[in-house]
């Protein structure tokens, strides 16, 4: 197999761990021998083995019959080699004690811990390194953690469920307003986030539980509450969660405390006063809004004042379909 070859094959198989390794990204390494793979190695799961020392232990499995010394090898790893001491060891640094003489790499990691050292490392031992292939496809994969790098923030997603007429809720009352379906796909886009955030109203009139119920193994996201009123520590927010709780208001200021840790996406589900502060605030990369065919009439609360808020806020459609009798759209940031 040529090296783009074995590169896609890295990225695709890769995939498969997306929700057990976050918020890490994924990470595929496949080290091969004149184009034949000796083996392969997957960041699978958060706080374990990276993809390039689950790959290495792999290869000494055949030390001897598909080869005979690490310095015929060469490793294709979709993500530059880590040069820190983190979770485990450096991947660079364990790769240089190995032998490799070559090393292909899709994206540099933009991770500020990283972001080239780990090349550096492969060069100072005199290794030759390549770097950039198919480094759009690795970027899309692990969109948010190349966001946060770049921008310095978490992408934020808020979600919302309206009723025909635009509505959110009876006051201090729930009432499921979407349909089965939509609310399974709900569990997905948690399932698909760092972070799920939520504040002291929606808290204390749904008490949600907010994890990610899907029927695959999932990192669950962190959870954030924003309350500056009193909060019952009982509520099913609070169940074998991780929880950081706010009691000040200024959005940025919550959001910028996440700017040096390994959080990269945060998904709002609360209610209208707290969704309209974060689009106000302009912090808000996306929004997902579910549309079911119910009205809840005068006494229902509006999600939005004016007529033509999202367009206001700045964002545009960018997708729609149906879920059964439900209409989903995604509407991103207008650039
Ligand atoms: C690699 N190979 O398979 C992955 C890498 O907390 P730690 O120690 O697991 O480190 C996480 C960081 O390591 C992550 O933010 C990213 O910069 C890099 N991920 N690097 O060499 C891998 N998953
Ligand atoms: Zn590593």
Redesign the pocket.
Known sequence: MSYEELMLRAITKAEKFKYA?KP????G?IIAKDGEIISEG??EI??EN???INAIEAAKNHIGKKFKDFSDLTII?T????S?V???GS??SFIAKSGFKRVIIGAI?P?P??AGR?IKILNDNNIQVEYGLFQDLVEKQNKF?FYKHKNHKPYITVKIASSFDGKSHFDNETVLITNESSRNDVQTIRANHDAILTGGNTLRNDDPRMDARVNFYVNQPKKILLTSKAYNSKSSFFKDADVDIFKIKDLNKIIDSYRDT?ICSILVEAGPKLANAFLKAGIVDELIIYTSEKKLGEKGINWFIEDNAIENYGFKLESSYKIEDDLKEIFKKNE
């Open positions: 390794a890490n990204p994924v990470v390494a997957y960041h958060y706080g990276h993809a390039e790893s993500l530059e080699p880590c820190h983190g979770k485990t991947c660079a990691d991770n811990k990283v780990g953690f390994e």
